[in-house]
């Protein structure tokens, strides 16, 4: 039986924007903090089998999900695929933030583009740019391609950061290091973006980016 435990991820760039995601329509502007962006999870975006909770911060999968009959019908929910987005938007710049993982052995992180298709998953189409962990090990993801990703386990927290060259970066939190970067080709805005088969995400954002990274 796989034995809990908790990381945790960040990104990184300048200039940020809350959408109405699907939409692409701007809910208010964001300056560019030295803090970096600031979020919450998009419930309209949610999986039906996904519950957000601590003021949409956080996560939960269940495996029955709730009643599709008592979600809100939306354009903007995934349908197919247990993924949530962001509610704010990355238009330029470096931001950073973390997400801890409680309890899961499946799940990926990364960053979309605003609108895309609600009827698959971050990683598969090439408007999505995910790091991937499942079966003990981590792969980058993009257009349903993996790369196996080396030199990191099960660090209580990892980091992603994300920034204005069009990269994404898997950090070390424990070491304050990257492991891995991800070239990316961003043609638009994109924002912070989950999906999980098992456990907890927790987010945390509004943070700054660590020294020497």
């Known amino acids: 039986m796989a034995l809990p435990f908790a990381r945790s991820w960040r990104f990184c760039r300048w200039g940020a924007k809350r959408y109405a995601v699907a939409a692409g329509e701007a809910r208010r502007d964001l300056f560019a903090l030295p803090a970096g962006i600031s979020f919450k999870l998009e419930e309209k975006t949610a999986h039906s089998s996904l519950a957000l909770f601590r003021g949409d ?102 980091g992603l950061l994300e920034h204005e060259a069009k990269k994404l970066s898997l950090v070390d939190v424990s070491q304050v290091s990257v492991v891995h970067t991800l070239q990316t080709n961003f043609q638009g805005p994109v924002v912070p973006a989950f999906a999980l088969w098992d456990g907890e995400l ?11 990274l």
């Open 202 to 212: 927790l987010t945390h954002s509004g943070l700054e980016v660590p020294e020497h």
């Open 57 to 158: 911060t956080c996560v939960k999968y269940g495996l029955v999900g709730l009643e599709p009959t008592k979600v809100a019908l939306n354009v903007e929910r995934f349908r197919e695929w247990a993924v949530v987005l962001a509610d704010t938007a990355v238009t330029s710049g470096r931001h950073y933030w973390e997400v801890t993982v409680k309890r899961s052995q499946q799940f990926r992180i990364g960053v979309a583009d605003v609108d895309m298709s609600r009827d698959t998953c971050i990683g598969i189409d090439d408007r999505s740019w995910v790091f991937s962990y499942a079966q003990h090990k981590w792969h980058t993801m993009l257009a349903d391609e993996k790369a196996p990703t080396e030199g990191i386990r099960q660090p209580e927290k990892v």
